[in-house]
Nanobody, 115 residues
Framework: QVQWVESGGGLVQAGGSLRLSCEARGDTFNRAMSWFRQTPGKDREEVASINTVGITWYEGSVKGRFGISRDNAKNGYYLKMNNWKPEDVGGYYC??????????WGQGTQVAVSS
C-alpha cells in the first residue's frame, strides 16, 4: 500500500507560479502517476500524468502552463504550475495513473487565489 503525501500548496496570484510536491511512502512501484485537481463540489479531475520514462500528458486547460516531473530515487513527484489562473483553484492530489491502483488517497494540498 502506498501512502501519498502532498505538499506545497498555498495562495498564489493570477499569473504566478507554485510548485507542488508529492511523496509516495511505503511500498512503491515504477509506475506512471498523475496529479489530480478537485474543485470544491466537483469530482477529482486528472490534470497531468507522467509515465515511467518521463513521457507526459496534460489536460487541455493546463497544457503549456503546468509541468509534471518525477524523481524515482526520492519517490518524489512534482507539479510546477506556471501562469496560474483562478480556475486552477482546488485541492491537488497525486496518485497512480492507473485507476485500479488508486486504492487510497492522500489529504491533498490546497491551492487558492491570493487575496
Amino acid at each position: 500500500q502506498v501512502q501519498w503525501v502532498e505538499s506545497g500548496g498555498g495562495l498564489v496570484q493570477a499569473g504566478g507560479s507554485l510548485r507542488l510536491s508529492c511523496e509516495a511512502r511505503g511500498d512503491t512501484f515504477n509506475r506512471a502517476m498523475s496529479w489530480f485537481r478537485q474543485t470544491p463540489g466537483k469530482d477529482r479531475e486528472e490534470v497531468a500524468s507522467i509515465n515511467t520514462v518521463g513521457i507526459t500528458w496534460y489536460e487541455g486547460s493546463v497544457k503549456g502552463r503546468f509541468g509534471i516531473s518525477r524523481d524515482n530515487a526520492k519517490n518524489g513527484y512534482y507539479l510546477k504550475m506556471n501562469n496560474w489562473k483562478p480556475e486552477d483553484v482546488g485541492g491537488y492530489y497525486c496518485n497512480d495513473e492507473e485507476k485500479l491502483w488508486r486504492s487510497s488517497w492522500g489529504q491533498g494540498t490546497q491551492v487558492a487565489v491570493s487575496s
